[in-house]
């Protein structure tokens, strides 16, 4: 090829051009990258040193052992302790979001004291001082029965500081939250006599009949049982979900009975008469049955035959039997009750049906049965000296519930409740009937709060003294009762406290060196840790040198004797689901999602992102019912609606879901939230302040699991 | 791309979901969220611009009551080797700033915010939805900044984001045992943030190459077909795209097996009996 000088000036210019050109395309994209991102703001986490620190979670009763990952001392990331006898390095998610709360946007500063509408930071001398001097001036007036306490906990070394305090203090007036727990320790004093807990071989049975527990959805220790389903998958374990809802526990059993909400006791009994009748109970146990077994005999069989009882639960005869059947031909049966998570007390008739199932099999305190567990004794308290006025208070009584208290505070002119102190409750959002709770709690002069965020009751409290979480504060937490195995464990700093806290148990001890004598004699410990360690006694060293002890190695004893004589004495007396059935024609049953948190605990940012957009939308929630139901009442999915129940109303949106059975209307709880926390509250609806109150006669607890409602357009 | 430095061990990191025992609990995408910086805004129900790296999904078989099942499946990025493993990934294939590539080494498709200049092209490339953009800036807000991982940088307003098998756990791993004058690493010790978390034990991970890997045994891939599982309850989603994602899942239902891809009437069984 010849290059002429046309040629030659040709490549050249292009070359020229080429070099001009190019390099601005791959410069920009460059530019564009660097403009699109180089924001001073965008952080640079600081690097470090990476070590592990063990503690345990007490966000909820089942006290995971926790590896908290540091990189130069800063906790950056939670995950399982491994080989840890609850969890064994598995986590939940609001566990795993722990930093979250750490700093917490509603995390409280320092104590505050309320002035009008708000509140005004004081130091905790003057704290200290001012509790003390209204509860001083309260015992000398003759008031010290005025007073009253509620705990999150029931057990623990903090709750047990909080009742000692109460004791010497000379108020009956100590509550703790009830769960399922309360009602099983009913079902073990009623049936066997005994003052235990109830826990449950889960890990070893091979046939689970479930009524209605959320085994994944955070029933009892929640990773613990998360666990134990999934071994389950691995040795060919069967569950049976009884459930009117198909709840992810449902989803993943083996089969799934949706009974009608409410019958549970009414199936479990019909399964009894089956096992009566065909003779399938252990008849070596037969012994042990002394009272009532005749009496419960014909009971059943006269009165529950599954053919009376079809109807009733929407279980066919046929599968009544064969539940049955299947249930006593098992290995190692066992039968659970205690709805979703089991955060509230249940019906006593219902656990004591559930638990008539267990006895025929005869898997009381047998491998994969229930176990009796005597309560943990590990705290060894000084011997308490009683004055005169602390006297005179140990010999009232207390109310049979805080509801029963809290109507009681609302229903006469003057509060009997005077001062009340609260510690890890939030009443104002947990109990049922939360409007009423609220307004009782506007009755009572002087409210303590302990906790360590402004959630919705310490927005109502007169003085906060917030508490450090658990991840900056010293705790014994003993594992949840319906574990068969008893395992306490130590929570410890794993950071400094973020916040100016106090361990409540601090806070309780200087509060009572505060007060006059009578009082703060019965507390010698300078602080809190000194208190823990002494009261520990022989537990404290395996304690602190590896996070947890197990304390319930011993043998249980084989022969237990069981007394079915409850169901012919409490024939007929059930707490009952609040409306009329002609002017509320659907029921509302909440739901548990174990993503959301529906506890005193309020659930984090990163929980929140993981909940569907099924259950929140904006600021709103959805309550599912099912298509057939939906064209029934005449809305589809996403219509606004309006909820009514007996205790209040609410607007929410439709989900449509084939596995809620028609007639029911399923609402996730733990939404609703009121606190200032932008990034948690004010989406969706309480569901507790739609639930009326329900009284279990047999118990005195509120035992509330649905109410009948109904749905209109808006 | 293909010069890409491959000396010394070579791995494929694939992950195994049993969906049977996957209860749903979010404990994966929560430990994903902690281990990797991702951000959170006032309402995370619009779930298109919600940034999660891992998703569950929740399935159900679409009959009445009460023949209704459901079943949750997680997702993380599928990490494709697109046709033939070659590292032909939809995103990676789409890049125009060489922000996303193909690990070689690793099996692993990187995302890298500081090249990224936020034109999505990879987010439309994905069938699997597995790539989030920043329209915001993203904030910690109180002192939640002190809580953030070092290993992994905050990204920032306008580039794209994904799940990245935390490379930064290999990175260290393979520190490590670099260290230690070992050429392989150990199963246990490069494990994801959400295997780790799954309190069900329903993730497994590891190396596809390696058959005593536990995610090897579960999912037996078949290297003449690009890792195309033989067990015949595992499957990869949208399989014929030809994408060869390094995640499978597991499940005894044939509904859910199903769920897998868009299948034509009567393609499910033609193909069940061909493989049977």
Redesign the interface.
């Known amino acids: 090829m010849k290059v002429d000088r046309r040629c030659f000036l040709g490549l050249g210019l292009g070359a020229v051009a080429g070099a001009v050109v190019s390099p601005p395309g791959m410069k920009l ?1 460059d530019d ?2 660097i403009w ?4 001073p ?8 040193k990476v070590t592990y620190e063990q503690t345990t979670c007490s966000l909820c009763k089942g006290n995971c052992g926790l590896s908290v990952r540091k ?1 130069g001392g ?7 302790q491994e080989g840890h006898p609850v ?1 064994n ?5 609001h566990g ?2 722990g ?2 709360y ?4 509603t ?1 409280i500063n320092a104590p505050l004291k309320k002035n009008g509408e708000t509140f005004e930071e004081i130091s905790w001398k003057e704290a200290v001082s001012h509790v003390a001097d209204k509860l001083n001036a309260m015992r000398e007036n003759g008031k010290a029965e005025k007073i009253a306490c509620i705990t999150g906990k029931e057990r623990g070394s903090i709750p047990e500081l909080f009742k000692r305090f109460m004791k010497a203090y000379g108020s009956p007036h100590y509550y703790s939250m009830p769960d399922m727990n309360t009602t099983w320790r009913t079902v073990a004093e009623k049936m066997h006599g005994e003052n235990a807990d109830i826990g449950f071989d889960l890990e070893n049975a091979t046939h689970i009949l479930s009524f209605g527990s959320g085994l ?1 959805e955070g029933w009892g220790s929640p ?1 613990h049982n ?2 134990v ?2 071994q389950r ?1 691995d040795k060919g374990v069967k569950l049976v979900q009884v459930e009117p809802r ?1 709840s ?2 449902a ?2 059993a083996d089969r ?1 009975i ?1 009974a009608i909400a409410g019958s549970e006791a009414d199936l479990a009994l019909s399964m009894c008469s089956v096992i009566m009748k065909e003779k399938l109970y252990d008849s070596s146990y037969l012994v042990s049955y002394d009272t009532g077994f005749s009496a419960f005999s014909g009971l059943v069989t006269t009165g529950y035959a599954p053919e009376k009882m079809e109807s009733k639960t929407g279980v066919a005869a046929s599968e009544i039997k064969t539940l049955a059947r299947e249930f006593a031909g098992a290995g190692r049966p066992l039968a659970i009750a205690g709805k979703g998570r089991g955060d509230t007390a249940g019906d006593l008739t219902e656990f004591a049906a559930v638990h008539a199932l267990n006895c025929l099999v005869g898997n009381i305190n047998a491998k994969g049965g229930v176990r009796l567990n005597a309560s943990p004794d590990y705290l060894k308290f000084p011997e308490m000296k009683l004055d005169a006025v602390a006297e005179k208070g140990a010999e009232k009584a207390p109310e049979k519930s805080i509801d029963a208290l809290m109507r009681k505070i609302s229903g006469t002119g003057q509060s009997p409740v005077q001062a009340l102190l609260m510690q890890d409750a939030n009443i104002a959002y947990t109990m049922h009937d939360t409007d009423r709770v609220k307004q009782a709690l506007k009755k009572v002069p002087f409210k303590i709060s302990f906790s360590s965020f402004m959630d919705e009751t310490a927005k109502l409290a007169d003085i906060i003294l917030p508490s450090p979480t658990f991840l900056e504060r010293y705790e014994d937490l003993p594992s949840d009762a319906s574990m068969s195995r008893q395992v306490v464990g130590l929570a410890v700093p794993v950071q400094k406290p ?1 916040k100016n806290s106090m361990n409540p148990g601090d806070a309780v001890i200087r509060i009572a060196k505060a007060m006059k004598s009578g009082v703060s004699e019965n507390f010698p410990w300078k602080k809190y840790e000194d208190c823990l360690e002494s009261v520990t006694g022989k537990l404290w060293d395996p304690l602190s040198d590896k996070g947890y002890a197990v304390i319930s190695e011993k043998k249980p004893r084989k022969t237990v004797s069981a007394d079915l004589s409850f169901f012919s004495v409490n024939k007929g007396k059930r707490p009952e689901a609040a409306g009329d059935r002609t002017e509320y024609p659907m029921m509302l049953v909440p739901y548990d999602n ?2 959301i948190t529906s506890s005193e605990v309020t659930v984090s ?10 259950e ?3 600021k709103e929630s959805f309550v599912q019912v ?3 139901t939906a064209r029934k009442i005449g809305v589809s999915r996403g219509d606004k609606v309006k909820i009514t129940t007996p205790a209040g109303s609410a607007a929410v949106r439709i989900d449509l ?6 007639g029911l209307i399923g609402m996730p709880k733990g939404l609703g939230h009121t606190t200032d926390n ?2 948690v509250a004010g ?1 969706g609806v309480n569901t507790n302040q739609l639930i009326s109150v329900s009284i279990d006669p047999n118990t005195g607890q509120d035992a509330a699991f649905g109410i009948n409602a109904k749905i209109s357009r808006v | 791309m293909s010069k890409q430095n491959t000396h010394g061990k070579t791995y494929k990191f694939g992950m195994a979901i049993d969906l049977d025992k996957c209860t749903g609990c979010g404990s994966c995408m929560v430990a994903c969220m902690s281990e990797n910086n991702v951000p959170f805004k006032k309402d995370e129900s619009d779930k298109k611009d919600s940034i999660t790296w891992m998703r569950v999904y929740k399935l159900t078989n679409g009959k009445s009551f009460p023949e209704t099942e459901i079943c949750y499946l997680p997702r993380p990025c599928m990490q494709c080797g697109g046709k033939g493993d070659q590292g032909h990934s939809p995103c990676v294939s789409v890049c125009p700033a060489v922000a996303t590539d193909y690990g070689h080494d690793t099996g692993i498709v990187s995302q890298i915010p500081v090249r990224c200049f936020g034109c999505r092209y990879c987010m439309a490339a994905c069938p699997y939805h597995a790539r989030y953009f920043n329209w915001w800036d993203p904030k910690w807000p109180g002192e939640m900044e002190k809580y953030l991982n070092p290993d992994v940088s905050p990204r920032m307003r306008g580039v794209v984001e994904k799940c990245s098998f935390c490379y930064h756990r290999y990175q260290a791993a393979r520190d490590k045992a670099y260290y230690e004058h070992r050429e392989e690493i150990q199963e246990q010790e490069y494990q994801t943030a959400c295997t780790q978390a799954c309190p069900a034990g329903a993730i497994a991970f590891g190396d596809l190459h390696n058959p005593s890997h536990k995610v090897h045994q579960l999912v037996k891939p078949d290297p003449h077909h690009s890792g195309k599982p033989r067990n015949p309850k595992a499957f990869r989603l949208l399989e014929r795209l030809g994408t060869n994602p390094k995640v499978y899942y597991i499940s005894e239902k044939e509904w859910v097996r199903k769920a897998g891809d868009n299948y034509l009437e009567g393609e499910w069984k033609k193909m069940n009996k061909k493989h049977g």
Not at chain 1, 89 to 93: R, V
Not at chain 1, 102 to 105: S, V
Not at chain 1, 605 to 614: I, N, Y
């Open positions: 994209t564009l990258a699109t991102q180089n924001w703001w965008t952080p640079v986490p600081k690097d470090g990189v800063r906790p950056v990331h939670i995950s399982g969890n390095g598995g986590a939940c998610l795993i979001s930093l979250q750490l700093y917490g946007l995390r994944v990773v998360f666990r389903n999934a998958k198909l992810n526990t989803a993943s799934w949706p973020v174990m993503r940012p990163f929980a929140v992102k993981t909940v569907s957009d099924e929140i939308k904006g099912n298509p057939e879901f084939e596995g809620v059975m028609p932008p990034y989406k």
